[in-house]
């Protein structure tokens, strides 16, 4: 289940507000957050930017684009107990009813992950070839998620190459109008705005994007591997009390101390 992730957007509102903070302090009534735009600059660094990507890759690939941003704001509710208990079930149910018995109750299943290895065990397929189906969907999705995330990792790297491009670009226009003192502010602001717009696209946008994408990437590959383990233990007709066990080994230490905690005080009672 997926939800939206509001420290992606606090994160950019925050550090922009922080910059613009640091203008409005810094200019002491003089000037303003309008002396920070440069159509000159956002042309260079958004221009180049985009044409550095669409060099690097191909019109299908750009057209992820809006769906990878949009994942970097969004993340996966991930309720790993609920998930190890669901697999207690199924194991309960197929050591008291058979492995058949499990295909009618998968309309409740809403992975489609957990309904495919169930399915599988269903069919009698081995073990081993049940873990190799399902290890090649795993890395077949960390290969989708990784080239999206590409995108922005190479935005991350362009934008502050642009940035300097457009300063190199601005210092070769001061220079060669060193005779006119009025074209010497608009030059310079150009070298130095397109620096400041293609490091803050990187460092506030792109690489954290990024990054948070992979994270996200990394969490999913986890979940899919306590599946696999679950699904493996339910087709071999493991004990429902050792699965449980097994696939509590996943869980962070901080669960597993309130898990341990809830059973010790339902003995107790």
Do not use: C
Request: aromatic share 6%; no cysteine.
């Amino acid at each position: 289940m997926k939800k939206t992730d509001i420290l992606t957007p606090i994160g950019i509102f925050l550090g922009l507000t922080a910059i613009f903070f640091a203008i409005f302090s810094s200019s002491a009534g003089e000037g303003g957050i309008g002396d920070f735009i440069q159509i000159a600059s956002i042309l260079i660094v958004f221009g180049g930017l985009f044409a550095a990507l669409m060099i690097n890759f191909s019109l299908d690939e750009l057209k992820l684009l809006p769906k990878v941003l949009l994942e970097a704001f969004r993340m996966r509710n991930h309720n790993l107990q609920s998930l190890i208990d669901t697999f207690v079930d199924l194991s309960t149910k197929a050591r008291r009813e058979g492995l058949l018995a499990l295909e009618a109750g998968l309309e409740d299943v809403e992975d489609p992950f957990i309904e495919k290895g169930v399915l599988l065990a269903v069919d009698g397929i081995e073990p081993d070839i049940i873990k190799d189906i399902m290890m090649a969907e795993v890395v077949a999705m960390e290969e989708r998620h990784r080239k999206g995330r590409l995108i922005l990792e190479k935005s991350g790297d362009y934008a502050p190459a642009w940035g300097m491009i457009g300063t190199l670009v601005g210092l070769v226009l001061m220079l060669q109008n060193l005779n006119d003192p009025s074209t010497l502010g608009p030059n310079m602001a150009v070298a130095l705005l397109t620096t400041l717009y293609g490091s803050l696209l990187a460092n506030l946008v792109f690489i954290p994007m990024a990054n948070k994408l992979q994270i996200s990437t990394e969490e999913e590959v986890f979940v899919k591997q306590i599946i696999i383990e679950g699904v493996i233990g339910v087709q071999s007709g493991q004990n429902p009390k050792i699965l449980q066990e097994k696939l509590s080994a996943f869980l962070p230490s901080n669960s597993k101390a309130k898990e341990e905690g809830t059973e010790e005080s339902v003995e107790n009672e």
